[in-house]
């Protein structure tokens, strides 16, 4: 809707909105143009650039009565660099930190299966007069892709199994284990695991149109290496797992396909 006329001028309020709004933006200017930008780079553990990191710049001063931090995000170049913009007027302090979700863990205390930001969590401080030295994060422990999948040799074909995936026993750690369930089709469950060396022990698997319960869960080993995809070799032979007494096989009876 066009602003009101009077006799053939602009209305003095609007014009005062207007030269107020203007003002608001050439102080924000100014404050962002003089204001040291956050810059930095992201590092593999090894040391080499880590690129389409994402890096996010929090403020570390509460703003307002909520109590709320204002955020802002980057992806690094293929050298690893970030450029974030000041922001956030009314707070120097930044706090930094950088992830790349697809690909790596990082250690909480004592348990590997535990998920955790990545990188270590910088704050910078704008309000001195010279511009920040760039900083450096370097990235947690890389992990590596593993495809689960079930080989039945009684049937010739992939198959539905759940698997429990556990750590081998390390010195001075504590590990958890956690179940997963490949599909239907016997497609593969995928998971992203620290470096190590694992047991993937079948605990249900099919029978006919039926699940079984294994009495002794077939066992297999295997090693997860940094950045690499994993595809066990997981096959087992229905016909010769000792299986446990369910509803679906009260007596407890061995896979008879």
Known sequence: MPPPIVQGRIHPVVLLVVAFALLQALQHSAWSQDSPVLRGTVLFPDGTPAH???????????????GYRLARQATTTPEGTFSIPPFGEGCNQYRLTAGKAADFWIETGDCVFC????????????????????????????????DFRVWDAATARFMRAMLRIDHKPVEGKTFGSMEIATGKDGSADTLLLPPGEYVASVLQYQCGTKEYWAAVPPQFSFEVTAGNKQEPKISVDVRTIKSSKTYANPQGRKCQT
């Open 52 to 66: 389409e990191a994402t890096v996010t710049a929090t403020t570390a001063c509460e703003n307002g009565e909520g």
């Open 115 to 146: 998920g955790a930001p990545n990188g270590m969590p910088p704050t910078v401080n704008l309000s001195a007069a010279s511009a920040p030295e760039p900083i450096t994060i370097v990235l947690g422990q890389r992990g590596g892709t593993t």
